[in-house]
């Protein structure tokens, strides 16, 4: 697709292709992102004091050299005046965040999630917003939008959570819904976006992660659910439907145990909280959280210990089987069940090298999520980063 | 990327995105053309000349309609003057293509693989191809470029065949080796690309598939290797190292028959030809050919049709997961195996739509390549064009 004809989408896609480049080689100055780009210096210094002057860019002190003449300025992306705001609705929290464009948590609200019904859930969510809206205005930030990740199936062009089994929710017009409410509080004008959890959590590792960034990229979360967010050619991979990376429903073996979605033997039933829980406790009905198995873990009861490493050899064929699917620069962990630590990870671990061992193959580089619990919601956050930065992808969907 | 720095590469960009447009969307109009690009009408119709004067797209007759004034002339690909050799090397035979810029097979020659030697088995593609282009030539083609498919994995960027096992074949530096044998005998100046068997015959489904294009793709061959070519966003998806979709070797049993990989359970191992011999003869060492096993079930031999049988019910979930992991709009069966018809396909088609009602969510179409036995050769010409199409990804690869 051209792009040469629309004169205000072009400077928009020049604009945010200049904060790219930034954000992916700190430092550059102007002759540097002209070379870099294929725009002629005139341009760039517009666009560039453009983007300085909307907070998206700033210049830091040149360094003296000795040498003569006048140093080139660096550019650097600018963490102090624009800012995103992040949800995570899970199944029992939510927890929202402010983050400048680049990573730094501002400001963070946490609650239990009151209730499961939808709308009182977004009415939650909206006044947490409200709140955090109000101090991140107070602290002198200016709002890009709003991101939302949530544990289900999203169409995201519609912002529709078309099916979160666990919490169960299907069709839920989130982000009007959220609008909505949000409106009724007095918080107008920001743009909203609702994906998948998982998902989101991979942004997080992409636009606040260090240069060079892996690609493809994989985040596998695990917790209740089992999912994967992926990063293709520098854009979050969503699939035909928007469901691309459910591989908590990948078969891991025939005939195993059911699974929520109705399917038997998915990696669900053998790596989720349920299949640790259902291993120690005997029956589906009682699900352990993560804390109380961490608990028996930590108190070396062998039950626990059993069912945890279990999950953690099941993990390690997964991620196996997503190294041969996606071949990633890099796999990120994440998720409630990695603070079960070592008993899980280890075994994990032990798994997939030994598959690398048997093929001769180098893995990928395997880490957890710099994010730690937040990385669902500041992925949200990234979320809007994400699609502003990316005009032709997220805005008009040219592509 | 910005790109409106090199007028030239800027030029290209924009010829190969109107053939891409008219690609999708035949028979639109110069003014069509302006209006979906953004590219003025004046810049448009010298474009147009120049790809109509280049062979790569032709006006067809302005069908009278009655009404007053000019009618657009509608545009097209031009498949009669342009052409691509594509070339399959599998493990006994190679089998070389002249595919013309709309699919159409216009001259082919096949001959049984002389020798698994990697100099010799060159030196023999290098005398087919040479036999071709005289030909092709005569008919008044102009050729592309040459694009070859190996069973193996590919580093595309050196076109080193990095690792075929089934040849077996390791490190052996396809692309200087067939541009000197092409040399030798008086064949000069034509691109090379080489890349994996299944990833191209991917490309033959995208590039000469009808509108609207299904993506994500993806592409499940099935052979004595088994393997997927998967199209992302538009462009064929590689991986980090170019061996993503080796779904071949993603685990469907832990602790299963041992792979030619070296890990146990591999697709592969349930699904490739190995297995469904090994289960008829008892053995692995006597590989039945696919010809022989098709003759097995036609006369309704027991243990083959049983060996069919089970492949296809593994072949069903290996499709469940790719569905999972990728999404995909449509899913592609193509490769030897697909010749033993309805007990193999019937087989997997059972597993997955068991699947899909039980999780009550609907599957992507499935069907068979639409170039059977040549899809792999058809693909190899198809990169050819694919590549062309795309100089940012593949001329200069910037992104």
Not at 28 to 40: F, I, P, V
Not at 67 to 92: E, Q, Y
Not at 116 to 144: F, M
Request: proline letters at 4%; one cysteine or more.
């Amino acid at each position: 697709m051209s792009i040469t004809g629309d004169q205000s989408l072009l400077r928009e896609i020049n604009r945010m292709a200049l904060v790219r480049v930034v954000q992916r080689a700190p430092g550059l100055s102007r002759a540097d992102l002209a070379k870099e780009t294929g725009l002629t210096k005139s341009t760039v210094s517009l666009l560039v004091q453009d983007l300085i002057d909307e907070g998206w860019l700033e210049e830091s002190d040149v360094q003296a050299t000795g040498a003569i003449g006048r140093r080139p300025t660096p550019l650097f992306l600018n963490g102090k005046s624009l800012a995103m705001i992040g949800a995570d609705v899970s199944l029992d929290a939510i927890n929202v965040l402010i983050v400048s464009l680049t990573g730094e948590i501002l400001h963070e609200a946490s609650e239990a999630l009151a209730s499961h019904d939808p709308e009182k859930a977004i009415r939650q969510l909206a006044r947490i917003i409200g709140t955090l809206v109000k101090q991140a205005q107070a602290a002198g930030r200016y709002l890009l939008g709003i991101g939302v990740g949530v544990p289900g199936a999203v169409l995201d062009r519609q912002g529709v959570v078309k099916l979160a089994p666990n919490l169960p929710w299907r069709d839920v017009p989130f982000q009007a819904s959220l609008s909505r409410e949000l409106a009724l509080i007095g918080v107008k004008g920001l743009s909203i976006q609702v994906q998948n959890d998982y998902d989101v959590a991979a942004l997080s590792e992409h636009e606040f992660g260090d240069s060079p960034l892996p690609d493809p990229l994989v985040c596998l979360g695990i917790g209740v659910g089992v999912g994967a967010g992926i990063i293709v050619r520098d854009r979050l991979f969503l699939g035909a439907d928007g469901f691309a990376g459910e591989v908590g429903h990948s078969i891991l073996q025939f005939d195993g145990p059911g699974c929520s979605c109705g399917r038997r033997g998915c990696a669900e039933t053998f790596i989720g909280q349920r299949a640790i829980s259902t291993r120690i406790v005997g029956n589906t009905e009682d699900l352990l959280s993560v804390d109380t198995i961490k608990e028996l873990v930590d108190r070396g009861d062998e039950a626990a210990m059993l069912a945890v490493r279990r999950a953690g050899h099941y993990l390690g064929i997964l991620i196996q089987n997503l190294w041969m699917y996606f071949n990633p620069g890099r796999i990120v962990l994440g998720g409630p069940l990695c603070d079960l630590g070592a008993p899980l990870l280890d075994a994990a671990n032990a798994c997939v090298e030994r598959y690398a061992l048997d093929c001769q193959l180098q893995l990928p580089e395997i880490r957890l999520s710099r994010f730690g619990s937040r990385w669902v919601a500041v992925g949200a956050a990234a979320l809007v980063k994400h699609a502003l930065l990316r005009p032709l992808d997220f805005g008009l969907r040219l592509n």
